[in-house]
């Protein structure tokens, strides 16, 4: 019976990576852009155009990072490979997004968002893959 539930308990885990890891990012997105307006107004106008800019750029940043992080603390095995999977999937969505924002939406402010996202899911898959995130973190 104890190994049937440990069974099920990696299953869901593999289940979970990519609803934990887009959770992760959703959340981390907007808890930075919070505590950019709260703690950053008193340096920054958070209504200019550099403090949205700045604003923009560090939390998508670090969306990034929680994206990649996220889905690797959550895999039960294989976590750097998992890691690897989750950098590429984001940039294969991001490649896509970036083509409806500049050819449907015209956004183009977007792309740096997105950008910076790529960027923080990258140097987290190559800190996790070259094995430095387990040094920083614990």
């Known amino acids: 019976m104890d ?3 440990a069974l099920w308990k990696v299953i869901l885990r593999w289940i979970a990576i990519l609803p934990a890891s887009v959770l992760g990012m959703q959340l981390t997105f907007v808890l930075l852009r919070i505590i950019n307006i709260l703690f950053a107004s008193h340096y920054i106008d958070t209504s200019s155009w550099m403090g949205v800019l700045y604003t923009d750029i ?6 990034g990072v929680a994206f990649v992080y ?6 039960p095995s294989n976590q750097k490979i998992v890691a690897i999977v989750l950098a590429v999937l984001l940039l294969v969505i991001s490649c896509l997004s970036l083509f409806f924002v500049n050819f449907i939406t015209k956004e183009y402010y977007s792309n740096l968002g997105i ?3 790529n960027i923080g899911s990258i140097v987290c898959c190559v800190s996790i893959v070259k094995g430095e995130m387990d040094e920083i973190l614990y």
């Open 58 to 63: 560090v939390s998508n940043l670090i969306a």
């Open 115 to 117: 950008i910076c996202g």
């Open 70 to 75: 996220v889905g690797f603390k959550v895999a």
């Open 3 to 5: 190994n049937s539930n």
